[in-house]
């Protein structure tokens, strides 16, 4: 297990450019100088991050390849998970037997996907998934949520998220393709000691069925036990798993949890999808539980940047950065969230119709891709464009 002490203070991000005008003003003079702005770009709006975004590496340096295809997803903002179609609500039942543990595992869209929590209160800040206290036909009630891409390569896949307090529950956010091919991070919260600040991080390769057998006392290449530098259960954080070529790294607010590069590192080619998921099987050698009361684990944004499986996205990108017109723009650097600095916590490309050209989550059609900002941002420039557009010609 190693835990370093380094901080990503990457040079020179670009990020938040000047070019990228966010938020309009209401004035007429600001709305015609919106406009003016709006009409010098429009030769430039297809002129940014065409050739993909490319991630720190753990010196702080961007020296790798840029990944092509992004998944951004702000859960704080989103009006409606239902309406999203980058993420898909899970249901499905577990039998006992199938889920190994004391109980089986009902996992339920209706109440514990929510924006809500238990009194009805809106979690603004977050995506709620609920493991209950209380047994249905002897299942525990658990949640999950699983991107709709399956075309998951290599790539760098970062949730912010606050753990439960209520001991009884795994929290998990993984890359899976297939049982033997997985990359977890998960979060038992019985194992938090509170008296003795330690938190505890079930980094794995391979099945968390595996885990939960097998390599319980074990350190092997393949599971590590790694302390959180932090109580994940005050605050936010953000959990990052860079899946490379040669190694996995896992971190926590870009602080290095672990590498791994054993024997169970998927195999070239395997294509993922992400997962996040809050359960409970009362199988004392791993989640325990069910937890005494209702439990929350809830996600702020998830964003994954990574290369695709599908040809016919592979072929997109490289139609896209061959077209590329600002070649300096063409790669983006992806910005880095650490303890000491969160800027970048409200940073998405995705809110940037000229950063995520051609990205999946940027359909317009589909209303779920949009955050609150970005729909803001149109209804207020909208208007502004018409009206600076009508003053003009006054
Ligand atoms: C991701 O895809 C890009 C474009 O094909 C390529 O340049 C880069 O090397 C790939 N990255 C990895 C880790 O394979
Ligand atoms: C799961 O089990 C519950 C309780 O028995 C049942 O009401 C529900 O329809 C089942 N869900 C699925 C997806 O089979
Ligand atoms: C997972 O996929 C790999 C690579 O295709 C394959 O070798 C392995 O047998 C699969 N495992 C399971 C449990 O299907
Ligand atoms: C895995 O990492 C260890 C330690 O960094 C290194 O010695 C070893 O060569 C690596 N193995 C592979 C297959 O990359
Ligand atoms: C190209 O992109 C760079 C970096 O974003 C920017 O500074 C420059 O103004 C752009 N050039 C053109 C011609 O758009
Ligand atoms: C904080 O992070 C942002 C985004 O990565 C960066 O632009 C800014 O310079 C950083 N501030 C400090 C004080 O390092
Ligand atoms: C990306 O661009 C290609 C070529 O114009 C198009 O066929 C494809 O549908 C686009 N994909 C998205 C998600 O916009």
Known sequence: MMLSTMRGNAPNHKFAGSGHSKKGHVSLYHSLVLLAIALGFTGQVLADCECGYKSDSLDGSYDQNAFTDLIETNFARMPDITLNTDWRRQEFNVTKTKARGEYGQMFYVKDDVAYVDNIGNRAADGLQLV???????????VAEVDSARLDISYGTFR?????????????AFFWYFNDTQEIDMEFLSKEFDHSKSTYPVNLVLQSRAAAAHGYDASQTDNFIKANLPFDPTTDYHEYRIDYNPSEILFYADRVLLATMNGSNVPSPGSHGHLIMSHWSNGNPKWSGGPPQEDASLLVRYVKAYFNSTDLKRTQDWSDRC??????SASVCKIPVVTTHNKTAKDWFFSDYDDMSKNQTVYDPSSGGGK???????WMVMVPLLIAAFVGGLL
């Open 131 to 141: 493991v209950r206290r209380d047994l249905i036909d002897g299942m525990v009630p």
């Open 159 to 171: 949730a912010s998220m606050k753990l439960t307090d209520v001991p009884g529950t795994c929290a």
């Open 322 to 327: 061959k077209n590329a017109k600002n070649t």
């Open 371 to 377: 955050t609150f900002e970005a729909v803001a941002r």
